[in-house]
């Protein structure tokens, strides 16, 4: 189920994959990547490429899919979650709003199609 939530995710332009921690932050962008899983390993992105992440499939527990209050904007993500909560990594629709602040619609529509996919929360 894991590798479908992702797989999803990968299909849509402009979602920010982003893995933090306390000493570094990557972000990749979701257009045009590869996925596939081996063993308990999914790699989003081409290994040869410039830029990839390899996922263990069997830390990740959860997902949520999460909007966010902001003062400006509403932030839409799905975050994937160890056993202890830790965030290992997130998902974020970017380009949701348009100049004049003003929610696109169809990308909205995109977030709540795959959300009724999946549901709320997801157990793996």
Aim: aromatic content about 10%; cysteine-free; hydrophobic content about 35%.
């Amino acid at each position: 189920m894991l590798f479908n939530v992702l797989s999803d995710l990968v299909k849509i332009d402009n979602i920010l994959l982003i893995i933090k921690n306390a000493g570094a932050v990557s972000e990749i962008r979701s257009n045009s990547l590869s996925i596939k899983q081996k063993e308990k390993w999914i790699t989003i992105g081409d290994n040869d490429g410039p830029a990839h992440m390899h996922i263990n499939s069997e830390l990740i527990q959860n997902a949520e899919f999460i909007e966010e209050q902001k003062p400006e904007r509403t932030s839409f993500s799905v975050q994937f979650f160890d056993k202890d909560r830790n965030r290992i990594l997130g998902a974020f629709f970017t380009k949701m709003y348009d100049q004049s602040m003003t929610l696109d619609t169809e990308r909205k529509k995109t977030y709540d199609n795959l959300r009724q996919k999946y549901g709320m929360n997801i157990k793996f």
